[in-house]
């Protein structure tokens, strides 16, 4: 069983939706959990990074974090075309190690 | 601000062949990582440095694979002799200290025939 547990999609949308994206794992430890956006045939660009529990909101994304379930999402307000990518959950122990546990991804796709 | 800069976008060579990947970081930043991403795996850190030093090459495949730091502005992965199964994207990513967020580059695509 993988650490990280992610559907890799592809999720499909309309234009305006709230979509949900999450991520389960398996190690209690975890206690920094992030977010990435990857685009095709780009490198991973980090959206939200936070701690422990709880909500944290920039701008239409929203991170909620549920430690007792293992259990992170994503949401995305308003989604627009231009949120068509993946989304990578990574996770890590402490804030001082390099040792981030990626999730696979999952592809999104809103549909204009 | 220049990100983190990869060469090249992509590789194609056949088994058998070396295989150089350089990354430049973003300037000021002191830690360096270098990640391969296929579809079945996902991310997967191969080596990090700290101020140009080899802190971590656990998740180097084998002992085909070597990476250098010769300086802060530069470092390279090197696979040789290459194998199809050595396929993938590679990334390099950079970040000012551990306890900041990573990075990327737009990574390698490198396709070993």
């Known amino acids: 069983q993988k650490e990280v547990e992610q559907d890799p999609g592809p999720l499909s949308v309309p234009e305006g939706a709230i979509v949900s994206l999450n991520c389960t794992y398996s190690n209690s430890a975890f206690q920094y959990f992030m977010w990435y956006r990857q685009y095709s045939r780009k490198g991973p660009e980090l959206l939200m990074y936070?701690?422990?529990?709880g909500n944290k909101e920039d701008g239409r994304f929203t991170a909620q974090v549920d430690k007792s379930s293992k259990y992170i999402s994503l949401f995305i307000r308003d989604s627009q075309p231009s949120d068509s990518a993946t989304y990578l959950c990574a996770m890590k122990i402490t804030s001082g190690t390099y040792k981030y546990i990626f999730g696979t991804g999952t592809r999104l796709k809103v549909l204009a | 601000d220049a990100g983190v800069i990869q060469s090249p976008r992509h590789e194609v060579t056949e088994m058998g062949q070396e295989v150089t990947l350089r990354c430049k970081p973003i300037?000021?930043?002191?830690?360096l990582f270098w990640y391969r991403q296929t579809m079945m795996r996902g991310l997967e850190l191969l080596i990090y440095?700290?101020?140009?030093?080899?802190?971590?090459d656990s998740g180097m495949p084998e002992d085909r694979f070597s990476a250098k730091m010769p300086n802060a502005s530069f470092s390279t992965l090197k696979i040789q002799p290459s194998e199809p199964r050595d396929s993938a994207v590679y990334f390099c990513?950079?970040?000012?200290?551990?306890?900041?967020?990573?990075?990327f580059g737009d990574g390698t695509r490198l396709s070993i025939l």
């Open positions: 300037s000021g930043h002191n830690s």
């Open positions: 990513a950079s970040s000012s200290s551990v306890t900041q967020p990573q990075h």
């Open positions: 440095f700290n101020n140009n030093v080899p802190i971590d």
């Open positions: 936070t701690y422990s529990s």
